[in-house]
């Protein structure tokens, strides 16, 4: 059999690791990672091997050669524009006139390609995907099979409601020549994108060898560093590595020449590079890898860390976890922190404290005593993302600081694809004026003008991005409970949430600290815009369309926010409109908002007829009370919208989350209307429920702002109220009864893939449907179990024929999930 080694990854998220070298030739324990591949192909009989390669080919083949010191021979392919995984396959198709197995050149692995070949064969299989079952695996492939191991679906990096397995693409394949001619020689495409898809289209026997050997994507430095530590503990089998070392001690590896002074302390494991010497006093261990010809100074520690080649390390330094590459040269005294990288050359002078996470690119001269806060030049922070289900959270000055914010303005201006005008407003909280200010000078920094309106609502913002013809907008807001929580969200041009593709693309620059800066003389001004609020208030006005009969009835509303702002602006648009309107101020240092609301339904009750209306301090989202004081509950709240868009012929189409009880079928069929159901991320149904208003842009946008506006919507109430001559507790009679459940259970994140995937195998697939989570349905109800996106649970929706059947089939489910949740824990 031959082989194929795909080296042509640039490795950004591992610079500076990677500033000089590609990903596959970044040393693994003294070695490139591709030798390590290279030595298991060699291992199980495979020598004729094609090498793939697109950036800086030359540092490959001038280490490698013809591949004769390891045994093997080896072809090299050079590709001069990308050409996705399977295009660079593709590129060596003279080679390819066999069966052949196609690896990364920068995973670890230990994979036992005999068995995998074996069930290949076994399976008359014409592609074998390699696959391993990994707890959290948003950031991969994920493959689903059936029990014979016949691949029945892919989902490249799926959100958590995609998430039908825990088993996932190791990118190792086992091919037959055959399945390369759906494309030709300089095509671009992907296996996972491209290929194999159409070969499930066109049912090619495909199928996923689940392995249980060890494999590592190194992606990261947090995997860069995690996987030979691994190797060091013995998790992974090695090929040809003990042959260069001898083992002084347990655990202990060192190669030729090694010298070391008394006193010098080893902690297994370690493994240390030939000519290295270790000054007395020192402690090396555990976890430490040094490259060869090496110098570490007197009384210096090295816990965790890994070293390369030609470093020198003077004394009483302190590392602690972090990466330093090669010739790097450390002064005495100089504390490095865990996640640290140091890149090639650099120069560390006396007195150094390089902070956690901290990456300095190469080539860099540090002066003593300084304290190294920030990444310098370029950086690549290796963290988990950095958005969630609703744009970014965090404490304030811990998670959300001044520092953070300017980035993430940058990041999004780098993003957008012409330079326009960015809009911004926040709540009245000092804090997200200070992380607002902070955003705007990172904006500025990439070149796009900034127009602050300074204390606004949300949906006063999302209008405002169209009134301004901006490019996207940012608001800032505290949360309800926790004032130090902040909140900031995205928009697009249009004023809804920006998408994942675009979250993705921010958190890419960010993550890489790619980002973009211009001179002065190109740095536009940041404009304020006073008092917009007042256009606002205008334009809310014209979508009133009974004003005078409003202003006839002078309808009673009991208004409640904890924001001042929020009451004020609220206040002033229903006594325009020609309500009576008495106000209620919640304090924010309530934990529960249980006595607010008491509070709302009395004084609804003493005023007869009156409405009540809490309002989120955001403007956006809304709690109606009934003239009885009755709470609505929030689907019977979107029921009554759609029922207002139906009945005043706004739209004829219905954008409901998957999640949604199904009666809104029932009532959209008794207006010949259509119900379309997205994925149930916020901008997923904002931005839906955006492209299906109809008639018009300002018709459009009416049919969006009535879900996302709480003062126009209220307002849109009482006009559809006042002209139908109903009370709100007389239209809510309108919703035809159902019988729906929510429950939200603690699952650990790693534990949210394995339990959807066995939920998957327990079910008749006949009964399932695998929109977003899984949703399991017979003639009386369904349930969707749905992995939450932002928090360690299961999301459980029950919808029944009855109360009793509703309630039973969610018991039903809260059990089994709970078993499943439970099979892990240790006893």
Known sequence: MKAVIMAGGE????????????????????????????????????????????????????????????????????EKTPLGTGGSVKHAQDFLDETFIVISGDALTDINIEKAIAFHREKQSKATLVLK??????????????????????LEKPSWGEVFSDT???????????????????????????????????????????????????????????????????????????????????????????????????????????????????????NVVIGENSYIGENSTLKNSIIWANSYLGHKVQARGTTLCHGVAIGDRVNLYEKSVVGDEVHILSGVTVRPKVKIWPSKKVEENTIVNNHLVWTSKVSKAIFGDRGVCGQLNVDITPEFASQLGSAFGNVLKEKGKILVASDESNGTEMIKQALVSGILATGIEVIDIGVASLPLLRYGIRYFECQGGVYLSTKEEDLNEIQIEFMNEVGAN???????????????????????????????????????????????????????????????????????LGEEFLEKIGCQVNTIKISNKKRSFKNAFFAIKEKVKRHKDAIGVWIEKNGENIILFDEKGKEIDQEDYELLMHLILLKSNISRKVVVPYTFPEVIEQIAKEYEANVIRTKSA???????????????????????????????????????LVVENVSLNEFRKEIPKYYYQKEHLSCHWKDKGRVIREIISQCDPKEMELFEGVKIKNSKGWSIILPDSEKPFVNLYTQGVSQEYAQELSEEFIEKIKRLIDKNKPT
């Open 11 to 78: 490795g950004t998220r591992l610079r500076p690791l990677t500033c000089g070298l590609p990903k596959p030739m970044v040393p693994m324990l003294n070695k490139p990672i591709m030798e390590y591949i290279i030595n298991l192909l060699k291992k199980y009989g495979i020598e004729d091997i094609a090498v793939t390669m697109a950036y800086l080919p030359e540092v490959i083949e001038d280490y490698f050669g013809d591949g004769s010191r390891w045994g093997v021979n080896l072809t090299y392919y050079i």
């Open 168 to 286: 996932i693409n190791t990118g190792i394949y086992i091919l037959e020549p055959e399945v390369m001619k759906y494309y030709k020689k300089g095509d671009q495409f992907d296996f996972s994108k491209d290929l194999f898809p159409k070969l499930l289209q066109d049912e090619i026997p495909m199928y996923g060898y689940v392995s249980k050997d060890y494999w590592c994507d190194v992606g990261d430095i947090s995997t860069y560093m995690s996987s030979q530590f691994d190797i060091l503990q013995g998790k992974v089998n090695l090929y040809g590595m003990q042959e260069e070392y001898k083992e002084i001690k347990k655990g202990v590896w060192v190669g030729n020449s090694v010298s070391y002074e008394e006193n010098v302390q080893f902690i297994s494991p370690i493994i240390i590079g030939e000519n290295t010497y270790i000054k007395d006093g020192a402690m090396i261990g555990p």
């Open 133 to 154: 079952e990994e707890e959290i695996p948003l950031e991969y492939g994920v493959i689903v099979t059936d029990k014979s191991g016949k691949i029945i679906r892919f």
């Open 682 to 720: 916020p901008c997923e149904v904002m931005n839906e429920r955006l492209r299906m208003g109809e008639n018009g842009q300002d018709k459009a946008f009416l049919f969006y702002l009535i879900y996302y506006d709480a003062i126009w919507t209220i307002g849109k109430i009482i006009d559809y």
């Open 498 to 568: 920006i998408d994942r593709n675009m979250e993705r693309s921010m958190e890419n620059i960010f993550n890489r600290g790619d980002l973009k800066r211009i001179r002065e003389e190109q740095m536009p001004k940041k404009i304020v815009q006073n008092n917009f609020y007042k256009t606002y208030m205008e334009q809310g006005l014209l979508f009133m369309k009974n004003l005078s009969k409003i202003k006839e009835k002078n309808p009673k509303i009991i208004l409640a926010s904890s924001s001042e702002y929020i009451l004020f």
